[in-house]
């Protein structure tokens, strides 16, 4: 159900840039086949996001609230908490503690013992209605994230795309003050986050739009943003900076030949709106991620289509040993050795 029952039938028209498809640059192949299920947890599903500790061991949230550490190869050592609400977005801070955003509870910061403390749940009065993902900056203070929508729960998520409203916000939460900030407002469905060499930058990710844009931090543009990444062939999700050379971008599903078609009629959508409350929405069987160097030049295009394969993908996180994707919808984060002589380069 929706959080804000009043604005929930209201979809807006707008117009949608034209998909390239899978073809081209985005041509399909199998190089996520060698994909390894790891970090299974009884009786959970959904590590939607992934983050290493700095002794290279993973942390990662499930759905009934769960936040488990990992070894590097999958195995569970322990579960650091629960939440009480949705871990989503996972990133640890520069001395230890690991920072959350929460579907349901907000902005959370959790110690090593798994103590939790809540540092935001609204900006400028509105509160947060999907906490989405999260990144920190290397002095340690600045907290960007992103709301992803204010107006639908996690579950009600797909709504917001039909309805196509504007509700996401990407933030600054400052750890000393406590202050939360506004930086860009009115985004379809804000996404994944994260900083650029030198923190000189931030990418948030606007799903509803299939782009990503950078937030300027330093510089002489510094307040002033841009789309960075445009026409993506599907529904992009989180991104992250390996360190170096390249943002890594999910994409859960390509894009939906319908919800395009339906962009320009409102009424139509509001008919889709009331039907997708009920009736699960369908979604391609597809593993796709997809790696752009500093200048936004696509240099890896890997995917997977095979039935019963690992799909849905939300993040891509690259070690200097692995390469690791996790789900929204799985039972399991996957993986597979890295750098792999095998993965299909950039067309």
């Not at 009884?42 to 990992?70: C, K, M, N, W």
């Not at 930086?183 to 379809?188: H, V, W, Y």
Request: aromatic share 8%; with cysteine; hydrophobic share 40%.
């Amino acid at each position: 159900m929706s959080k804000v029952g009043f604005r929930w039938g209201r979809p807006k028209a707008w117009a949608v840039p034209k998909a390239q498809g899978l073809k081209g640059p985005y041509e399909k192949n199998e190089a996520l086949a060698r994909l390894s299920p790891m970090g299974r947890v009884d009786g959970a599903a959904g590590p939607e996001s992934l983050a290493v500790a700095s002794d290279g061991t993973l942390y990662s949230g499930y759905d009934d609230g769960r936040i488990v550490q990992f070894t590097r190869e999958g195995r569970q050592i322990r579960e650091l908490t629960r939440t009480g609400g949705r871990p989503l977005g996972l990133r640890f801070h520069p001395n230890g503690d690991l920072l959350v955003c929460d579907a349901e509870r907000g902005l959370l910061r959790v110690n090593p013992m798994g103590d939790i403390t809540v540092l935001a749940t609204e900006a400028e009065g509105i509160p947060f209605g999907l906490a989405d993902d999260l990144d920190v900056d290397q002095e340690g203070r600045c907290v960007y994230f992103s709301d992803a929508t204010s107006c639908w729960s996690l579950a009600d998520n797909q709504l917001d795309l039909i309805e196509h409203g504007g509700h996401g916000r990407l933030l600054c939460h400052d750890l000393i003050t406590g202050s939360t900030r506004v930086l860009m407002r009115d985004l379809q469905f804000a996404n994944g986050v994260t900083l650029g060499p030198d923190d000189a930058c931030v990418l948030v990710v606007e799903t509803g739009m299939y782009r990503v844009h950078r937030f300027w931090l330093k510089g002489d543009r510094a307040g002033q943003h841009e789309v960075w990444l445009d026409d993506l062939p599907g529904f992009p999700d989180n991104v992250r900076f390996n360190g170096r050379d390249r943002f890594w971008v999910a994409i859960p599903a390509p894009r939906n030949r319908l919800l395009d078609l339906l962009a320009p009629f409102p009424a139509l959508r509001f008919c889709v709106i009331q039907l997708a409350r009920w009736l699960p929405t369908p979604v391609a069987h597809a593993a796709i991620a997809l790696a752009f160097d500093l200048d936004g030049k696509l240099v890896a295009n890997l995917q997977s289509h095979r039935p019963g394969g690992f799909h849905f993908i939300t993040q891509v996180l690259e070690t200097d040993q692995w390469l690791y994707c996790s789900s929204l919808h799985a039972k399991t984060f996957a993986g597979m050795p890295w750098p792999a002589s095998s993965t299909q380069p950039a067309r």
